[in-house]
Structure formats: C-alpha cells, structure tokens
C-alpha cells in the first residue's frame, strides 16, 4: 500500500478555540530537489510550504506554529477592529494547489498584522508570498514582496535580535538585497558575516562567501564598478 504525502491533523484555532483539521505534508515527502540561495525549496511532490499555514473552518482566522499560542484581549480588540467580520470562514483542508496557498498565506499576514505579530513572524509570511510568485515566475510580484521582506528582515535585526541566529538572518538581508538589486548593500551584509569574529556559523560564512562570488560576476557582467573590497 503506498503512502499518501498528506495526512490530516487536528489543532486548536488561536482566535476562537475550536478545533478543526489540518493537512500536512508526511516527513519523508519533504525532500527538495534543489532550493535557492534564500531558502526557497523545490519538491518534486506536494510542497510543504503550501500547508504551513491554518485557516481555521470557524472564524477564517489563519496562523502558522510560529504564532503565539494565544491570543491576548488586547489582540483580539485590535483584531475586530482590524478585521472582525470581515474575515470569513473558510475550509482549506485537504489537498492546496497554489492559488489556495497563496490565499493562505497571504490571509495569515493580515492576521498577524491585525494582531500586531512579532516582525519575524511577518517576514517570513511576506518572504513565503515572494517564493510563491516565483514559482509562478511572476517577477514583478517577487520583487514586490522580496522588499517587503527585507524591510521586515532589517527591522527584526534592528529591534528584535537574533542572538546566535544573527549570522542566517545577516546573510538573508545580504542575499535579498542582491536579489532586489541593491549591490553595495549586499557586498556590506555578506562582508560582516564574513569578518564579524564573533561569527561562528560556519555555514552561513561558507553560504555568505559563495554569494559574495555571484555578486561579483553579476556586478561584473552589468559593468558595474566594483567596491574596493571585491577587486583583485
């Protein structure tokens, strides 16, 4: 008997506390077949970025597990305020295609906005939508939310803080400047992954030291002139 990649799992709603079902995607499914320098993955099967989000049945209120694991009454205040019946109940259960995956998606950014969510939690929801638009080869969208992204990104480092996590998120601002177009800000961010002594996450160094080669050749091929730190 062959395995099915989904399976169905219950969870509580954060906003109304019913319990509804859920699909995800089995572990042995999730193998990419190649991803992208910014973490966007390729499978040859479902794709489990499609199930990361929970749209509950009930409320139409949609979360992910990074979410806190309850809502407070300040939340919820600004949450009806924000949305309250405009959000409509709505099953996403079973199978997602892309266009179901990017309504979730895009559905748990405003619920995290309307609860004024951690700046993480909206940046990865914004970086999510771009890969989403580059599967479809939609650039103009891409970019589009990339930006978003990367301010989000670049707030998180400013106030939030990352601790030992700083070198992936650096390298990340590093990586979505180069791939908006923002050259001598990318140079900057790889460097300091690279030269910060206090770095030790030896895969970012290695992943930081590999981009800062394809910026070169793509500074290059653009004739663009070159920072100090790249010639020779």
Not at 77 to 89: I, M, V
Not at 162 to 167: M, Q, S
């Amino acid at each position: 008997m062959q395995l099915e990649p989904l399976y169905s799992t219950n969870v509580t709603c954060i906003l109304c506390e019913q319990t509804f079902a859920t699909s995800r995607v089995r572990p042995s499914f999730k193998r990419a077949i190649r991803s992208d320098a910014d973490f966007c993955g390729y499978y040859s099967s479902e794709n489990p970025d499609y199930y990361v989000v929970k749209v509950c049945p009930h409320c139409g209120f949609a979360f992910t597990e990074n979410f806190g694991e309850r809502i407070n009454k300040k939340q919820r205040s600004e949450f009806d305020k924000a949305l309250g019946s405009r959000l409509l109940p709505r099953d996403y259960s079973g199978h997602r295609d892309w266009e179901t995956a990017l309504e979730s998606y895009k559905l748990a950014l405003l619920c995290a906005q309307a609860i004024n969510e951690k700046e993480t939690i909206i940046a990865s929801l914004l970086h999510h939508i771009a890969w989403l638009y580059r599967y479809k080869g939609n650039e103009e969208q891409e970019q589009r939310f990339l930006k978003y992204s990367l301010e989000a990104y670049i707030r998180v480092f400013e106030y939030e803080g990352l601790g030992a996590g700083d070198a992936r998120l650096m390298y990340l601002i590093g990586e979505l400047h180069r791939r908006t177009g923002n050259f001598p800000e990318a140079v900057r961010w790889y460097s300091r992954v690279i030269n910060d002594q206090k770095i030790v996450d030896a895969a970012m160094i290695s992943a930081s030291r590999a981009q800062w080669g394809v910026l070169r050749e793509q500074m290059l091929e653009a004739k663009h002139e070159l920072p100090e730190e790249m010639k020779g």
